[in-house]
């Protein structure tokens, strides 16, 4: 199995910037298409950014869009997080999904592997 561990959460002034980080073991990390959600209290978990397994393609929520950049490299996928907005605040999850359907990688329920998240707090 592929086990995912976020870092990089915390908390940060409006309009600031985080960098998450989501590192990989098991598995053939470059094999798989990459994706960030993230779930605040009283919300579903919602798709925030993904990255296909050669990193040749991204998608955005259009809520994050011009702000956050997802990237990845031989051993981690990250996502950076700049103009932070407090409803911007949640705990941020990576996970991982064998290559499908580009459009699958927008529903959680399609990747099989999930990170124990990470908390980001933005303060007004």
């Known amino acids: 199995q592929v086990q995912l561990v976020e870092s990089g959460g915390g908390l940060v002034q409006a309009g600031g910037s985080l960098r998450l980080s989501c590192a990989a073991s098991g598995g053939t990390f470059s094999s798989y298409h990459m994706g960030w959600f993230r779930q605040a209290p009283g919300k579903e978990r919602e798709f925030v950014a993904a990255?296909?397994?050669?990193?040749?393609t991204t998608d955005y929520a259009d809520s994050v869009k011009g702000r956050f950049t997802i990237s990845r490299d031989n051993a981690k996928v990250y996502l950076q997080m700049n103009s932070l907005k407090p409803e911007d605040t949640a705990v941020y999850y990576c996970a991982a999904t064998r290559p499908t359907y580009w459009s699958a990688t927008r529903t959680p329920a399609n990747y099989a592997y999930w990170g124990q998240g990470t908390q980001v707090t933005v303060s007004s």
């Open positions: 990255i296909s397994w050669s990193g040749s």
